[in-house]
């Protein structure tokens, strides 16, 4: 069975451009996560998908970062523009939900804005 | 505001001693309590968990101790190998919130 997979695993954009990440969750996976980790810091949560709707967003830094998950199936979070402080590690997570609160992470996609 | 907090950020232990990695958390409605190994270049993976109405989960080398009166739990590994040289993070969640709040991680280095 795949992992959540995320693409792309690296990405360096300068300031002022779009980015738009993917994450493929585990298939049958309702629940997906988008996280971040800045520079050493704790693991930050930004929002939490069920199915396509938005469960929960207060972890979205501003109005600069729009995340979707078209269909229930895999999400994208575009960040447009980049700025400097949105460098860092982009993690999705999924999980099957019904008291599962193991979530598998996918392996990050990290944003350097320079 | 950080809610959970892992306030060593490196460990240092000799191949086969034991390994001990410490969290502290402030929210005492969190429930459920995970720790997540990370090696460089990947995602963290889900190690061993706890529940609040335990103290202790054991789950082969690893057993996580829960101490609910004072808002602490660790993670014991022993006999440490070198395969478990990662970044160990501790999470919480509770029951009507999904979301995982991390503490910093701690970095466990084996040294053979």
């Known amino acids: 069975e795949a992992g959540v997979t995320q693409f792309p695993s690296h990405s360096v954009i300068e300031k002022g451009q779009t980015v738009t990440l993917r994450c493929d969750p585990i298939?049958?996976?309702?629940?997906l996560y988008w996280y971040r980790r800045v520079m050493g810091k704790e693991i930050k949560f930004l929002l939490h998908?069920?199915?396509?709707?938005?469960?929960?967003e207060s972890g979205m830094p501003n109005n600069r970062f729009l995340a979707e998950r078209t269909g229930g199936t895999y999400s994208t979070l575009k960040v447009q523009p980049a700025e400097l402080e949105d460098s860092g590690v982009y993690f999705c997570a999924s999980t099957g939900g019904g008291g599962n609160t193991e979530a598998f992470f996918g392996q990050g996609t990290r944003l350097t804005v320079v | 505001d950080q809610q959970v907090k892992q306030n060593s950020p490196s460990l240092s232990v000799q191949e086969g001693r034991i390994s001990i990695l410490n969290c502290d958390y402030t929210n005492s409605m969190f429930d459920y309590f995970l720790w997540y190994k990370k090696y460089p270049a990947e995602g963290p993976t889900f190690l061993i968990s706890i529940s609040s109405i335990k103290d202790k989960n054991e789950d082969g080398r690893f057993t996580v101790f829960l101490n609910k009166s004072a808002k602490h739990l660790s993670l014991h590994i022993v006999p440490s190998q070198p395969g478990d040289s990662a970044v160990y993070f501790c999470a919480a969640i509770y029951f009507g919130n999904e979301k995982l709040t991390f503490g910093t991680g701690t970095r466990l280095t084996i040294i053979p």
């Open positions: 998908f069920v199915k396509e709707s938005k469960q929960d």
């Open positions: 298939s049958g996976h309702d629940n």
